[in-house]
């Protein structure tokens, strides 16, 4: 619990660092760090029990399961307060991109271990594969209440 | 000026900060779309690509074009477009100080300042190190630092004052690359560490943008525009893969 608690916080620092990167406005920092700290807290979570060698189908829920998290909060904090989504799912979605996966495939390209390169680059294909289509079914959901709220109203 | 000629030019001027700073197509004619609805003008003809756009009115005679030559990352400027197109929508102002508002997000704008943005870099990167790959000894942070802070300094550099695309991230990952070379020749770090430095002083320059409008736009629909994206996020990962291709190979 302690573990996922430390990770947190530094998914938060880091996504708050990377929208001022972004330039994004003042007062959507603090909301973009909370999220990116629960994506990146929920993806800790699904893969905590799997030790060192996180298994790819496991990763992988973990990767959807966090897309679909950072997405629907992104689409709801974008309707709170008003500002676009783009400021909110950009930054929290960095702690989540491959770049540890990413690099290996150069790293191992170079050194000549082409089959180790391979092996990460299909990691890698896995991971974006994974977030993008929890950003999908983020989207999907975010249209069906937006659509049972207008029903609800229309009675 | 006559008004359907306020209309398009702050229309245009709008979609033109929009898509220059960062902004997915979908918003830009949403965006524009809505300022001529809300300025009496339904049914505007509104055409955007990544590197362009191009309007019409419905009952004007002329058509026109602007083209988006260079493009970068401001979402401060995004937001304050969408700030003023809800103030118009809901009446709060006028068209013409809606046009002169825009011309203002142009010219001055709340950035933060350089060192505040190294400091970012060199937090993204210390934290991300840790949580990728849980090494957390004080002198691997410290060479997080100095190659997360100086990769990011000489993007910053050269994006700003060479303005050469994709050399920026070549010549910082090379800088990301030497660091980290020196940490293992020099102080004993094994390989492992090594990574760990680069992997973390790598993702401040992270192309986020890119990819995730790459993948916005071809979910709504823009064939075009998307893959045109994806390009430019492939190629920033090139240019970064190559520097670091050259320094890893000397190791």
């Known amino acids: 619990m302690i573990h996922i608690i430390i990770e947190g916080i530094l998914a938060y620092a880091a996504t708050v660092g990377f929208g001022i990167i972004l330039n994004i406005p003042r007062h959507a920092l603090n909301v973009a760090g909370w999220i990116g700290a629960a994506g990146w807290a929920v993806y800790e979570l699904i893969v905590l029990k799997s030790g060192p060698q996180i298994p790819l189908a496991q990763m992988a829920i973990g990767m959807l399961t966090a897309g679909l998290l950072i997405g629907v909060l992104s689409n709801w904090a974008a309707r709170v307060k008003h500002m676009p989504v783009i400021l909110f799912n950009i930054p929290s979605l960095v702690p989540l991109v491959p770049g540890g996966q990413a690099y290996q495939v150069i790293r191992n390209l170079v050194t000549g271990h082409g089959n180790i390169a391979l092996d990460y680059l299909g990691q890698v294909i896995a991971i974006a594969g994974m977030i993008a289509l929890g950003f999908l079914l983020s989207e999907l959901l975010v249209r069906i209440t937006y659509r049972l709220r207008h029903a609800l109203k229309a009675k | ?251």
Request: proline share 4%; charged share 15%.
């Open chain 2, 1 to 251: 000026m006559d008004e359907a000629q306020l209309v398009m030019d702050t229309a245009l001027l709008a979609g033109q900060i929009l898509l220059a700073n960062g902004s997915e197509i979908a918003r830009v004619e949403d965006t524009m779309q809505r300022i001529a609805d809300n300025a009496g003008y339904r049914y505007a003809n509104i055409f955007v690509l990544l590197t362009g756009i191009t309007m019409s009115l419905p009952d004007g005679e002329s058509t026109q074009v602007r083209p988006i030559h260079s493009r970068t990352i401001d979402l401060e400027k995004v937001a304050q477009v969408n700030t003023l197109s809800r103030q118009f929508a809901s009446d709060e102002i006028d068209l013409p100080t809606f046009y002169q508002q825009l011309r203002q997000i142009e010219v001055a704008v709340p950035t933060f300042p350089f060192w505040l943005q190294e400091l970012a870099a060199i937090i993204v990167s210390m934290t991300l190190m840790v949580a990728f790959t849980g090494i957390d000894a004080p002198v691997k942070l410290l060479f997080a630092m100095l190659a997360g802070g100086g990769g990011y300094a000489v993007f910053y550099y050269v994006n700003h004052e060479l303005r050469v695309r994709f050399l920026s991230e070549f010549l910082a990952s090379l800088v990301i690359g030497f660091v980290a070379y020196v940490g293992i020749h020099w102080l004993g770090f094994t390989h492992a560490a090594g990574d760990a430095v680069i992997i973390g002083a790598l993702m401040p320059l992270v192309p986020g943008v890119p990819i995730m409008n790459a993948f916005r736009d071809t979910m709504s629909g823009n064939y075009l525009s998307g893959p045109a994206r994806a390009v430019e996020a492939v190629l920033s990962v090139c240019a970064i893969g190559l520097g670091i291709a050259i320094m890893v190979s000397l190791w």
